[in-house]
């Protein structure tokens, strides 16, 4: 009853719940559950029990995360070398081993056990390669965003096309004021969190809610310069979430414990460049020794019972890009 009274509450009151009752609440939550995460930077989290690593394990038998056998990822055109709308002027891609990177990503995939289709590039379309943005795919349902960026609008067509041929029942969003990108999107297996951000909106979130009313939706504030919600949240495992070790992630973690009415385990990696991550049929696809040492050493001392892999796109994390940005899952 609590999750369908949720679904019928104002979606912009929800979306604007000061962050001062954020706190308070989620003061109350910890004391109630005792649990007590560390934001201190300098704390190596050996000497206090209740921040050490070792907690963020789940069984996470309770939360009928999805299993996947197909996924869905699109070569990388030309143009995003300097017409990505994350383009820095100080940074540009190296196409040739962004291409490499992408390879390789697709095989990991691949040797998980997926069905890869693989998308053509589409010049005309500089980010098409991330493909996550264009849409929310549960079991054999799909919603097709809205991204506020007019030219990224046609990547969903082309996507949507071949959700079609796999047999995925595609839903469209008409509603003008809504926005809505995929990489703002968190399934857990019982509900949805959203990113508030300066790329998806309330409107949006509701719309979400009407595509796949089973599912509880909560808005989460994305603060700047995070602009998706995976940024700063991301599922390593069923019931567990990661989760940058700043006020961002802090942020993150408090509408987290105030609005969802189940029991989630934090993975706390130093920064949020390590937070980015998936979870494929018990395999944890995280970030690289190389790139991120501190963040890849949480996953290999917490997250023992999974099988791990290793993998870096970092040609196209100078576009602002995660590892799930270049795949769609389902």
């Known amino acids: 009853m609590k999750s369908l009274f949720l679904n019928k509450l104002p979606w912009l009151v929800d979306s604007l719940v000061g962050h001062a009752h954020y706190s308070k609440t989620y003061a109350n939550f910890l004391k109630q559950r005792v649990i007590k995460p560390c934001f201190d930077s300098s704390c190596d989290h050996s000497s206090h029990a209740t921040c050490r690593p070792e907690p963020a394990m789940s069984d996470g038998t309770d939360f009928n995360f999805p299993r996947y056998t197909r996924a869905i990822v699109r070569e990388i055109p030309n143009s995003i070398r300097l017409q990505s ?4 002027d100080y940074t540009k891609v190296y196409v040739k081993r962004a291409r490499e ?4 990503y697709a095989q990991t995939l691949r040797d998980i056990g997926l069905d890869v289709t693989v998308l053509p590039a589409d010049e005309e379309t500089p980010d098409c ?3 996550e943005d264009t849409c929310v795919v549960v079991g054999d349902k799909a919603l097709m965003t809205r991204p506020p960026c007019k030219a990224r609008r046609k990547e969903v067509d082309a996507v949507e096309k071949c959700l079609k041929s796999l047999g995925i029942k595609t839903h469209r969003m008409f509603d003008k004021k809504a926005i809505l990108e995929g990489g703002d999107v968190l399934f857990t297996g ?12 309330a409107a949006g979130h ?6 796949f009313p089973e599912f509880p939706v909560h808005s989460i504030p994305v603060e700047e310069p995070e602009f998706h919600l995976k940024g700063m949240l991301c599922m390593a495992a069923p019931g567990t979430l990661v989760v940058p070790r700043n006020k961002w992630g802090k942020t993150a973690w408090e509408a987290v414990c105030e609005k969802s009415e189940y029991t989630y385990k934090p993975l706390w990696v130093p920064n949020h460049y390590g937070v980015n991550c998936l979870h494929i049929n018990g395999t944890i696809v995280h970030c690289t020794e190389q790139q991120y040492p501190k963040s890849y050493q949480v996953f290999v001392e917490t997250m023992g019972g999974y099988q791990r892999v290793q993998r870096s796109i970092g040609e ?10 270049c795949s769609l899952l389902f």
Request: hydrophobic share 40%; net charge negative; charged share 30%.
């Open 85 to 88: 709308e994350g383009f820095k």
């Open 316 to 325: 196209l994390g100078k576009v602002d890009a995660g590892l799930t940005c």
């Open 190 to 201: 019982k509900e949805f969190f959203a990113g508030i951000s300066s790329k998806s909106n």
């Open 129 to 131: 390669v991330f493909v």
């Open 206 to 211: 509701k719309i979400l809610a009407e595509t």
């Open 101 to 104: 990177e992408h390879a390789e």
